[in-house]
């Protein structure tokens, strides 16, 4: 059917006015450090891993899950530097030590991005051991997945991580159309909250832990 539109004759309509450019399947990832190595130390003997292997397998698990191969836009690590007395003690610097290797490390992975927050000293256990908080981790946290979603920057993201107060952020991507997956540790180490709202879901079982042991 020919077309009218101010005078001049159409035999279809510019395609401009109705395709939309197709967005490419990205998957971005977010991982609560403190959370992943709860579950090492708890589960897992201590195990260590190597978060290369852990991008990897992440994406290939959502992969699999998924309509086809996704492009890893980016790897999230949060986590807070070790706390520091005023002065420091040896073991102080000690910690400070092996954090900043770590650091070093994962500087050099392809799409990771370290995201620190800060450790807050809040008193003292019975038995005499310091009691720590993790301060900005989860805001930032929470931040990066509602604005990568508003911004329509990833149409897949996976959350490694069990705090049920991420269960907000998880809703807004939804809404915004993202494909949400939550891995997650043992039951009794997630939120039932967390774990309902995200799309798909899973577990860091025994195979998938091996998949991403550093050698």
Request: glycine share 8%; net charge neutral.
């Amino acid at each position: 059917m020919l077309a009218e539109h101010r005078g001049r004759r159409f035999t279809e309509a510019p395609a401009f006015f109705f395709a939309s450019e197709a967005r490419v399947p990205t998957l971005a990832v977010f991982i609560d450090g403190g959370y992943i190595d709860a579950i090492c130390r708890q589960h897992f003997d201590g195990l260590r891993v190597d978060y290369q292997k852990l991008g990897a397998e992440i994406q290939r698990r959502i992969g699999q899950g998924s309509a086809g191969p996704l492009e890893h836009l980016r790897t999230y690590y949060y986590t807070c530097p070790p706390y520091q007395d005023d002065p420091p003690t040896a073991e102080d610097r000690r910690r400070l030590s092996g954090y900043q290797r770590f650091r070093d490390a994962v500087g050099y992975l392809p799409r990771f991005e370290l995201r620190e927050g800060r450790l807050q000293k809040t008193g003292e256990a019975e038995e005499g051991h310091p009691l720590f908080q993790q301060k900005r981790v989860d805001l930032l946290l929470g931040l990066d997945i509602a604005l990568l979603s508003a911004k329509q920057q990833s149409t897949h993201m996976a959350l490694l991580a069990g705090d049920g107060d991420f269960h907000p952020a998880l809703r807004v991507a939804k809404q915004e159309g993202v494909s949400f997956w939550l891995l997650h540790g043992p039951r009794g180490s997630y939120s039932r909250e967390l774990w309902h709202e995200a799309d798909e879901r899973v577990e860091l079982d025994a195979a998938f832990m091996n998949a991403v042991r550093r050698d």
